[in-house]
T-cell receptor
Framework: GEDVEQSLFLSVREGDSSVINCTYTDSSSTYLYWYKQEPGAGLQLLTYIFSNMDMKQDQRLTVLLNKKDKHLSLRIADTQTGDSAIYFC????????????FGAGTRLAVHP | GAVVSQHPSWVICKSGTSVKIECRSLDFQATTMFWYRQFPKQSLMLMATSNEGSKATYEQGVEKDKFLINHASLTLSTLTVTSAHPEDSSFYICSTRQVIQSDTQYFGPGTRLTVL
């Protein structure tokens, strides 16, 4: 099966919170990442979490990590229309050069 | 975060021709760069790891003679798609690896290749 799994689509109302979920398989991953991709653009690093952390907060973004269940989530507070994009979860495979394995991406649609 | 540029941002070429895509690390020296391809509405697939001064490491299933990678300096890696065919049409994205506070990849804006 896929190394990293994400739900494909999420629709939220402007102002609500969005929660994007991800499961991964490599328990040795040192870092886990969230990237954002807008149409026709490259990937923008949103945030990352070190594997020995449970939570990381950065302004409107909160990352939760459950290592036991290999579950990662990204919460976006007060979601805005500009948050509409595809969000990729990625794990770093073992090894010295940080090979990233990406999920399929979750398309977030924000509506009024 | 690091700043990465790619050139060109889009290219259209005829089948059978070769296309070179450049990836530049603008604000730090990158010993390691990565090349990915992304098909429409799909995730990124790693093609190869580009190491400055040595041969690239290709992922399984990626033809190294078709996708030539050169990482001749600490700020530039190039991907040449040789004898391009319509099935090579894709979005090609590069990234640089930065290891300071964390081990993180920063991505370029991507190059859209269309082969007619």
């Amino acid at each position: 099966g896929e190394d990293v799994e994400q739900s494909l689509f999420l629709s939220v109302r402007e102002g609500d919170s969005s929660v994007i979920n991800c499961t991964y398989t490599d328990s040795s991953s040192t870092y886990l990442y969230w990237y954002k991709q807008e149409p026709g653009a490259g990937l923008q690093l949103l945030t990352y979490i070190f594997s020995n952390m449970d939570m990381k907060q950065d302004q409107r973004l909160t990352v939760l990590l459950n290592k036991k269940d290999k579950h990662l989530s990204l919460r976006i507070a007060d979601t805005q229309t500009g948050d509409s994009a595809i969000y990729f979860c990625a794990e770093s495979k073992g090894g010295g050069y940080n090979k990233l394995i990406f999920g399929a991406g979750t398309r977030l649609a924000v509506h009024p | 975060g690091a700043v990465v540029s790619q050139h060109p941002s889009w290219v259209i070429c005829k089948s059978g021709t070769s296309v070179k895509i450049e990836c530049r690390s603008l604000d730090f020296q990158a010993t390691t760069m990565f090349w990915y391809r992304q098909f429409p509405k799909q995730s990124l697939m790693l093609m190869a790891t580009s190491n400055e001064g040595s041969k690239a490491t290709y992922e399984q299933g990626v033809e190294k003679d078709k996708f030539l990678i050169n990482h001749a300096s600490l700020t530039l890696s190039t991907l040449t798609v040789t004898s391009a065919h319509p099935e090579d049409s894709s979005f090609y994205i590069c990234s640089t690896r930065q290891v300071i506070q964390s081990d993180t990849q920063y991505f370029g804006p991507g190059t859209r290749l269309t082969v007619l």
